[in-house]
């Protein structure tokens, strides 16, 4: 049955197909959302034994697959939830996000959790302007 609403899900190619109910990004409203991403390699091996720096590359690796699903990037990130099993290793986070994300800075929050599935030590979610939502063209935009 065709979903009346107007609400797009997808998966990306380049990662596993997600095993419970759920897609990796949907799109409705203007607004691409990106379930949680969590450590694993493409062919959905979790990544548990490898340290955090590790972990948290591979996240941003699948970030980016499942932006670029929705046709976007990382500059059009509006929002991005970050939780960590581990509130010491915020800042080698905090570093390799700064890095990877650039001069754009959307919205973030970082929260410590109990635990992550697999015993994964961190889970990515976010929230992007869909294609044809162009990041810094609003005449009152303006960067610090």
Do not use: K
């Amino acid at each position: 049955m065709p979903n009346s609403l107007d609400i797009d899900c997808r998966n990306s190619a380049e990662l596993l197909a997600p095993a419970g109910h759920y897609s990796h990004v949907c799109i409705a409203n203007g607004s691409v959302y990106v379930s949680g991403q969590l450590p694993l390699a493409p062919d959905g091996t979790p990544l548990t034994d490898q340290p955090f720096e590790q972990q948290a590359a591979q996240v941003l690796r699948n970030l980016d697959a499942c932006l670029a699903a929705a046709g976007v990037d990382r500059q059009h990130l509006v929002q991005v939830r970050v939780y960590v099993t581990d509130m010491a290793n915020w800042p080698a986070f905090n570093r390799l996000y700064a890095q990877w994300i650039g001069a754009h800075r959307p919205a973030r929050a970082v929260a410590g959790v109990a635990q992550l599935h697999y015993g994964l030590a961190l889970e990515v979610e976010a929230i992007a302007l869909a294609a044809g939502f162009h990041p810094h063209s609003h005449p009152h935009s303006h960067s610090h």
